[in-house]
């Protein structure tokens, strides 16, 4: 048939696809605060204007010191240092260290200037008002976290291209610095086609129908990519409407989801719309993945184009597998994007023709990934599994008490 | 020294807090739309009303037949049925399927009463106009997927006690069911004390004082653990005014967390502002774990509440490890948790004492997890780093080339 030969020629492996569709359009920067910009992909580089901690300040509990005054101190012969003031926390030294002398410094406290060391307060003891005893020399440098220890002006704080985490958030405030210019959120249009479809929320469906299942889930994957769906349109199996349902989402829109129609004819009809786009590349139809080959992938005007299989678990599949590497990257992420794994052994044989990639998903119980299986078309498949193990291109099944990789679902 | 013993006094393993911290306070519930549900905890498994799909439908483009009139078909003697009708889309069957004939149905189309198989069109050919040739034969059942093979009615669609994943609320659109209730998402007090904090947003820092990168950073780990930060506050070292900042906390708030002052002082100062509040347990006060000894976990009146080490890397790493997971129970997360993580070699050996686990950050370079060193006050080891490696309380270090779990911190 003219569908099948037609996705057959331009086939590509889930590698390729992950590797080589890359349509260049990202989103627009914005400015957020410094408690909206977790998650947040960076336009830039953000340059640290000062140093950090900001001036020398002591690692420990105990007395700011000449180090050379220590030199030689033990429990027998300790050394006697005459205590020339103390330190407040959050405030200035506002003392000096003459020689032979110590300033009391609590962890974090501004040192005296001249301090080259700090000794801990458990190697000192009091050994008459206004003087200690230390029991153990201190090197230069210890006890001290320098001024531009953590990080220097012009250095990179945090880098562009990946979302920022918490710990990047705690160095920007560490900073000062609380606006944020970041990728803003692509925003996603996502078609639900078929003449079956009804909104989840209609009334009780009519024999033959079918409500979306996709609109929402994808939107949810998309949201978890960092993007944010627009609202969800459901478009019935006619081409015109399709076309002008997909000219209409491609404005504004930072990457475009179709959910195709099942039947063969649907999937024809998606392909003939996105091709009377505008500067339209089609990049595949038909990947070599299991469930999941009815496939396509495109591009308008760089903006990328994800035609999903007709039925709910494939298109799950892949749009977790494809789709939100593409939402991502159209908000900016370059960076390399892991998938949460854990190790597991097979319970049992898994079957697979080479050529293709196979998602089965899997439950883990103790130390196995017993597979599930069930027609592709079932959602409870999914629902059911804690993860998926993929059987790649060139392997023909894996054998059970194979040790394999085991991709989470939360 | 009083705080170290009484830190040593009651000091835990991080598996013994992970499994048997549990205050007993969980959020109430609330509703929301399905569009909102993704991430949201379900308060009780949420149960399916009807079966799905739904109605008996075809799994494949084909001709919904009896079963027996193919039986011995075969290229060379085919069967020979009278197309009675097709079925569109979304709509009733709408034709009855007589003995020795067939009802033109695409992939997902309802199946007229009687069709025990469906064939594929593969396996047919217009033999003239108004009959088709069968070539194979099919079992009964065949290209049929059956009213309640997804789901049967009274079954649980979704289970409580993890948060809905894309899947989930596919199924629960599938089902119509466009309202979840859920889990409210866990408020949480961070209160950030130490006379020498300052907001991140504040003017130039005088010397001596440093800007507050916990509440903003533990705020976005928070968020990611599905709860909601309250206005951040900064209470400076005195024990009457944390007692009541804490107090004050405590109203709504399910979950509270004080960012210690840094020094034994200010450790102590929160040791007994938390005793202080009504029905309180220390459950320990003190880890073994590096970074992140002088940890604290407590309840009062069932909720729980972390002190947190003075310095904002310990902080994060402990947050991280105990806060998380600590906040999604309390949004009635009762599901295992899984860290994503990868493996990889060491570069080098990583030392450690045996007795108290081990966060090393380390970063992802090719096969190898190099790991990053410096003093435990330092946010760059932590914004350098891809993951971190544990070394566990029985082990003095772990070797080069040794392959290791690496937690991923994207």
């Not at 829109?253 to 004819?265: P, Y």
Request: charged fraction near 20%; include cysteine.
């Amino acid at each position: 048939m003219a569908a099948t030969s037609r996705e057959f020629f331009t086939a590509k492996s889930v590698a390729e696809a992950l590797s080589d569709f890359r349509p260049p359009h990202r989103t627009a920067p914005e400015t957020v605060s410094l408690e909206e910009a977790a998650g947040r992909v960076p336009v830039a580089d953000i340059i640290a204007g000062e140093a950090l901690p900001g001036f020398d300040r002591s690692a420990v509990d105990g007395y700011a010191v000449h180090a050379q005054d220590t030199f030689g101190a033990s429990e027998s012969v300790p050394a006697y240092l005459t205590v020339a003031g103390s330190v407040a926390m959050g405030a200035p030294a506002g003392v000096d260290l003459p020689d032979q002398s110590a300033v009391a410094v609590p962890t974090g406290g501004a040192l005296p200037a001249g301090t080259d060391a700090v000794v801990m307060v458990e190697y000192t003891q009091e050994a008459m008002p206004g003087t200690i005893e230390v029991v153990r020399p201190v090197a230069p440098g210890e006890g001290i976290v320098r001024a531009d220890e953590d990080i220097t002006p012009g250095s990179a704080a945090v880098r562009a291209g990946a979302p920022l985490l918490a710990h990047d958030i705690a160095m920007l405030a560490a900073l000062g610095i609380t606006q944020v210019e970041v990728h803003s959120r692509p925003q996603v249009t996502i078609l639900a086609t078929g003449d079956e479809l009804v909104a989840p929320g209609a009334a009780p469906l009519a024999p033959g129908q079918v409500r979306d299942a996709l609109s929402s889930s994808v939107g949810a994957l998309v949201r978890a990519a960092g993007g944010q769906p627009r609202s969800p349109q459901i478009v019935g199996d006619d081409p015109g409407l399709l076309r002008d349902a997909l000219r209409a989402g491609a404005q504004g829109s930072d990457v475009l989801v179709i959910c195709a129609g099942s039947s063969v004819g649907a999937r024809d009809q998606t392909a003939d719309a996105v091709a009377a786009l505008p500067n339209t590349q089609i990049w595949c139809h038909g990947l070599a993945i299991k469930p999941g080959k009815p496939t396509l992938l495109a591009s308008s005007n760089g903006i990328p184009i994800i035609g999903l299989p007709g039925n709910p678990r494939s298109a799950l599949v892949v749009f977790r597998l494809l789709g939100v590497p593409i939402v991502r990257r159209a908000g900016g992420w370059t960076a390399e994007q892991h998938m949460p794994s854990t190790r597991r052994r097979l319970s049992r044989d898994l079957p697979s023709a080479a050529g293709r990639m196979d998602v089965v998903q899997v439950r883990v119980a103790g130390e196995q990934a017993e597979p599930i299986f069930g027609p592709s078309a079932l959602l409870s498949v999914l629902t059911a599994a804690d993860g998926y193990v993929i059987v790649p291109d060139d392997a023909n099944g894996l054998p059970a008490d194979e040790t394999v990789e085991v991709f989470l679902y939360r």
